[in-house]
Every structure is written in C-alpha cells, then in structure tokens.
C-alpha cells in the first residue's frame, strides 16, 4: 500500500512547494497551479518537464519543459507550446517567455485560433504587453489551415484580445495562391457581437442607371436599439438615403421605423418620362403581446395585443429604389397600412382596427382623396356558450365600421350575427343532425357631401335584416387497416332564406349592385351586401392516414344547388369544387383544386402544384388558371405557369431556378438561374435573374420595365464580402 501511494504523495509535495515558490514573489496575489512529471529546484529556479501544465487566472498552457525564476517572474516554456485562453484563443508555438509581473509574452512561432470566428493567425514571432498583441510578418485566413483557399499576407499586424479588434498592414490579399490585391491598410473586428460598423457593401452596373454602390452603416444605440443607414449612389440616375430604425420597449414588443429619400437627376427624370423626380416614404411596424400590460399597468387575465404596420410613399419607385436587388421586393398598385389592437378572455373577445388604403398609380390625381378608409373598425365577439348538455350552442358577433376619406360621401356601417345551433347525435352516433338559426342585421348612416357621378337621393339610412334556417345532416366513418386508417364523410346542408328586409340605402342600390357589372359602380362603394338564396350544398371528404399519423391522402367533393335565381347565377347547379391532396411517397406530393360552372359550363378556376422534394433535389410545378370573364371584362382571365427547382450536389454546392410566365398575356414575369458553392471560409455564387416590375410615367401613367441582371456573391468568411451585378432595362408597356 505505501508503494502505491509514494508516487501520489510525492507529485503532490512537488506541486505545493512549487505553488508556494510561484505564489510568494506575487503577494498571494492570482494563484499560479503548476504541474509536471519531473520537478527541480535549486535557489530561485525551478525547472519542469514532462507533460508540463501551468494554470494561471483564464489560460491553461501545456509544454514539453519549463523553467522559472522567482526574482524576474519569468517562465519560459519550450516544445508543442499551447496556450487556451478561456473559450475563445488558443495559441500555439515552439517556444514561449512570459513575464508574469509586466504581463509580457513573446512566442515564436506564433500561432492564433480564435474558435467563434474560425479565424487563424500565423507568424514567426509575436510580442504581447497586456492586452495588446504585436506580431510580425504573417498570414491569417478563415480558411483549413492545411490547404487555405484565401489568404492575407502581412508585414506586422496588432490584435486587441479585449477588443478584438486586428490592425493588419501592407496586406496583400491571395486567391488560389494567386496574388489579387494590395491594400496598405485593413482592419477588422472578430466579435460577433452587436457593434456599431460598416456592413457588407453592394455593388452593381446598370445599363440606364450606371455604377450602383451602396454603404450600409450600422450603429448600436444601446442594448434594446440600433440604427440602420443605407446611404446609395446610382451615377447615371440619382442619389438616395434609407434607414431603418430598430428598437425594443420591452420583454414583450419591439418596433422599427423606415426612412427613405431618393432624387432623381434631371436627365433620366425627363428621358424616362417619370412622374416624380423625388420618392420618398416612411415604414413603421410595431407588436406588442402585452399592450395593456405593459402601457396601462393593468393586471388582466385575459390576453392584450397590439400590431401596427404602417406605410405611405409619393410612388412605387420609393420600394424599387430601397434597394439594387427588385426581385426581393414586392409592388403593388395598393399599398395597405394597418393597426390591429385586442383584447382575448376565455368568453369574449374585443378588437379594434385602422385599414388604410393608398394608390401608388393613380390616372385620376384625386383617386386617393375619394378612397374610402375604414378609421376604425371596432368588433366584440363572444365565444360559442353551451346549454342542454351541448345541444344548444350560440355565439354572438358584432362589428362597427367607420368610412372616411377626403373627398366625398362618408359613412357608419354597424352589423350583429347571432347564430343559435341545436344538435344532437343519432344511431349510436352514426348520423349528426343539427339546425340552425341565424339572424342577421345591418344599419349604414352617411354624412357629407356626395360624388356629382353618384345617383341623386341614394345616400338614405338603411336598414337590412334576414333570419335564415340551416338544416345539415353529416356522418363520419373511420376503418383502421393495417398500415393506414380511412375515415369518410357525408354532409348535406339545406339553406332557407326565409325573411328578409331591406330600406334606405340598401333597398334603393341593391337591384344594381349585385348584378354582375353595375350600371353605376359609384353607388356601390358602401354596398357589400351578397345574395343569399335558397340552396341545398353536398359535401363529400375522405382522408387516409398511415401508422406513423402523416396524412396521405385528403378529398373534398362540394356540389352548391340552387334551388332560387339570383342576379349573378340562375337557379340549379352552382360550381362544383375538387380539392386534393396527395402525399405519393416521402418526397412527391400533389395538390389540385378545381371548380367547374355547370351553368356556364366550362372550367371556372383550377391550381395545380406538383413537387418533388429529398435531400438533394427540390423541382416544383404550380398551375392557375381562373376565368372572369363573366364579372370582369378588363382582366377576364389569368393562367399563370410557375416552376422552381434546387439541386444540392454535396454539401457545398447548390444549383437553383425559377421560371414564372403569365400565359394569358404572353409575359415572361421572372426568370432565374444560378448557383452557389459553399466552404468554411468562403461563398461564392452566380446567378441571372429576368424580373418584371411596374413604374409610375408622367401623368399618371403606369408602365413596367424588364431588368435582366447578373449577380456575382462573393462572401470571405466571417471577414465579409459582396454581391455584385449588372442590369440591363428595357419598359415593356404602358397603361
């Protein structure tokens, strides 16, 4: 037993009486732990080697042999030198000289890992004092250490470990081993941490804009907020600044604001025929999951929330302009800004909303002022109540909508629904029987003047009221198979119309408002009532469901039958609806929905998709055609052909496309083909893109222009990098 132990016993002794040695000359100050095989000592050096292990504050520092003198605190250490410094550095060399009292290091060869970044560092000799580390000629890269493909060679360099920030000098930047760039100067940051900064620039070439540059800047204004400038330079067109501001006001809510300028110079204002030589706008979305909570210090069981998204501009170009990449931003003639505030209890729900419309291509300049705005819309809802052990069920819905604008008639529109269900379950329940009631009433008031194109004496109050009856009758059956469980089901819903009473407004316009194109579409600006005629509906669906609960197939049959005429169909058959959905294997699946007119006898609408997707490949096809023609005669048809499909070779390259074609006009809307090849260290991708995309011209005028670009990415990790491309424009059409 006092054999085994000796050892133990001994390397023990060593270890404390060298502590002691390292600990006296510091004043107990930070402890220095060290550890090795073999320890001498004689006068004020002590001398270690075999699997020498020093831990001193944050570092762990292993070596073949150490020595250390206790009168200059200086420990030198040779052979497979590597230091760890917490989680982040790790620094390796051949041989190392601290200065434990001046804080100094020296070590040769010097080696650098900053783990976070994967950024290495590599020279011949490096000097440190504190924080601050000075090296000499050298390399660094984000790269395999064993084969880099990118390089930064250097004359001297300085890196902040507090900081983190590197200084590097006279560098010169190597691709392939390929010398590419000198730049005397170049700094960077390896925290990955929020910090105010330059962000990855964009570049570009336009045929009608020229060279585009955009400098983004970032500056953190504190822990819950940041700043965003976007500063761009188009040398043919015009000059611009956006910026979004980002912050958070609590645990529970966060907002942003968009800012954005651009002016056009006077040669492309006039030889593009614009309608505007200034585009500006603003952008401001907020949410908030606790708004009264958080505002109001109000204790409440049920739950508050608040989403706002805000957006106004002068014309389209403000969203072109935002940024060089069209593709990724979305136009429409209509821009649609709103706040939703509610409130959520376990009976009730209360809402409040604002819905604004604004029209980015106006023919007529007064379109925006006689839009009609819903400021506000207030609406309670009580959830469904049950009574005669859940027979009876009612709910309750009521909604009040303002109507406001700038230049004509304005109105107060306010509904109540309440529908009552009674139902009850048959035949060990097999068949479901349940009738219902609903009564259903409408009042609308105006005020102001009325548009001079609307018919005289139309703008009375009106009142509406319907009680309609409902009866349906469904069954549900379920078969479980071995691999798979089947469920079907029938419904048929028979709708009585019984009675109901128009007057004021709603009697006087509703002949010509719900015919299929109204002799005077100005009346009907407040007028949204719908037919509701007697009518019996059959409904089929099925679904197959395997073992593992992924569903495989879901089918929906819905047959409408008119058993009154309205303005817009006649009675019998309404359209008929297929919806399906099939899951053919793990990777392909198939989606249609299709409605065919039985009156007009042709196919109403169809969507199709059909997608094939594994690790590697994912090929898409998607379909839609719709006919309009009967209600619609400036857009009677669309028929829209979409398809996208990736394939990922390995785990660094992907190839992709995109083809989208409105075949009903003959216009090829986006086009896309490209790839990207992926590493540790570095990304680098090609893409052409085809996009169609609209402009406002002088007059009100709408147009679009085709821009056909090149896109070149190149990304130095994490030092950053760019995407470049080149655009050529050509206008399509106007309107």
Not at 10 to 25: A, D, N, T
Not at 663 to 675: D, H, P, R
Request: proline share 3%; aromatic share 16%.
């Amino acid at each position: 037993m006092t054999k085994q132990l000796e050892p133990w016993w001994s390397m023990l002794l060593r270890w404390f009486l060298f502590s002691f040695l390292l600990i006296s000359p510091l004043f107990a100050g930070d402890l220095i732990e060290f550890y090795a095989k073999h320890l001498d000592a004689e006068g004020t050096k002590v001398q270690a080697e075999g699997d020498v292990l020093i831990i001193y504050q944050d570092s762990y520092i292993s070596a073949d042999r150490a020595t250390y003198d206790s009168n200059s605190t200086e420990l030198e250490l040779s052979g497979n030198v590597v230091t760890l410094k917490g989680s982040e550095y790790q620094f390796v060399g051949e041989y190392v000289k601290i200065n434990l009292d001046k804080k100094e290091r020296e070590i040769s060869p010097f080696y650098m890992l900053d783990k976070p970044s994967k950024v290495w560092l590599s020279s011949q000799k490096s000097k440190s004092c504190e924080s601050t580390i000075d090296i000499e000629k050298g390399i660094i890269s984000g790269c395999e250490p064993s084969d880099p493909l990118w390089e930064i060679y250097f004359s001297s360099s300085d890196y902040n470990i507090e900081t983190k920030w590197i200084n590097i000098y006279n560098a010169r930047f190597h691709f392939g081993g390929i010398p590419l760039l000198y730049i005397p100067y170049f700094g960077y940051s390896l925290d990955r941490s929020r910090r105010t900064g330059l962000l990855i620039p964009s570049f570009g070439v336009s045929s009608s804009e020229g060279f585009y540059y955009e400098q983004p800047l970032y500056i953190v204004l504190g822990k819950s907020a940041d700043l965003e400038l976007r500063p761009q330079m188009r040398t043919l067109r015009g000059q611009g600044l956006y910026g979004t501001f980002r912050f958070a006001d609590s645990k529970s809510s966060k907002g942003s604001l968009t800012l954005g300028y651009f002016r056009e110079k006077e040669n492309y204002f006039l030889d593009n025929n614009l309608q505007n030589d200034k585009h500006y706008g603003f952008g401001f979305k907020y949410q908030n999951t606790r708004v009264l909570e958080n505002w109001f210090g109000l204790d409440l069981d049920g739950q508050s929330g608040l989403y706002s998204d805000i957006q106004w501009m002068n014309d389209v170009d403000y969203i072109n302009l935002s940024s060089n990449d069209t593709i990724n931003t979305v136009t429409s003639n209509q821009v649609y800004s709103r706040v939703n505030l509610f409130y959520n209890e376990e009976d009730d729900y209360y809402g409040a909303y604002l819905k604004y419309y604004l029209d980015l291509n106006p023919q007529d300049p007064d379109k925006r002022k006689v839009t009609i705005q819903k400021l506000p819309i207030l609406q309670y809802h009580h959830y469904l109540d049950s009574y005669l052990a859940q027979h009876l069920y009612y709910t309750l819905n009521t909604n009040a909508n303002n109507y406001v604008r700038q230049d004509g008639k304005e109105g107060t529109e306010v509904e109540v629904d309440i529908p009552v269900t009674l139902q009850t379950s048959l035949f060990d329940d097999y068949l479901n029987v349940a009738y219902k009631a609903q009564l259903y009433g409408r009042m609308i008031d105006f005020r102001g003047e009325p548009d001079v194109n609307v018919t005289q004496g139309i703008y009375e109050r009106g009142y509406y009221g319907s009680l309609s009856h409902m009866v349906n009758i469904s069954t549900y059956l379920t078969k479980g198979y071995t691999d798979y469980s089947h469920t079907i089901g029938f419904s048929a819903t028979y709708t009585k119309f019984g009675n109901d009473k128009k007057s004021g407004y709603y009697d006087l316009v509703a002949n010509d408002c719900t015919s299929d194109i109204p002799s005077n579409p100005k009346d009907c600006e407040f007028y949204t009532l719908s037919n509701v005629e007697d009518n019996v509906a059959l409904g089929f669906t099925q679904y197959i469901i395997d073992d593992s609960g992924k569903e495989k197939i879901y089918h929906r049959l819905s047959q409408p039958i008119l058993l009154s005429s309205t303005n817009t169909q006649e009675e019998g058959l309404g359209d008929f609806e297929n919806e399906f959905r099939w899951s053919i294997t793990d990777s392909i699946s198939f989606y249609d929905d299709t409605f065919y007119s039985f009156q007009r006898n042709e196919w109403a609408k169809t969507l199709n998709t059909l997608r094939y997707q594994d690790k590697a490949f994912n090929i898409g096809f998607s379909y839609l055609y719709e006919n309009k023609a009967y209600r619609d005669t400036i857009e009677p048809y669309t028929n829209y052909l979409n398809v996208d499909a990736s394939y990922r070779y390995n785990s660094h390259y992907k190839y992709f496309g995109k083809y989208a074609f409105d075949a009903e006009n003959s216009i090829k809307k986006y086009a896309e083909i490209g790839f990207l090849y992926t590493k540790r260290c570095w990304d680098f991708g090609m893409r052409y893109v085809e996009n169609n995309r609209p402009i406002l011209l002088n007059g009100g005028i709408t147009s679009s222009v085709f821009d056909r670009y090149v896109y070149f990415t190149i990304i130095l990790k994490p030092l950053g990098g760019s995407e470049v491309n080149y655009r050529t424009t050509d206008t399509l059409k106007s309107q």
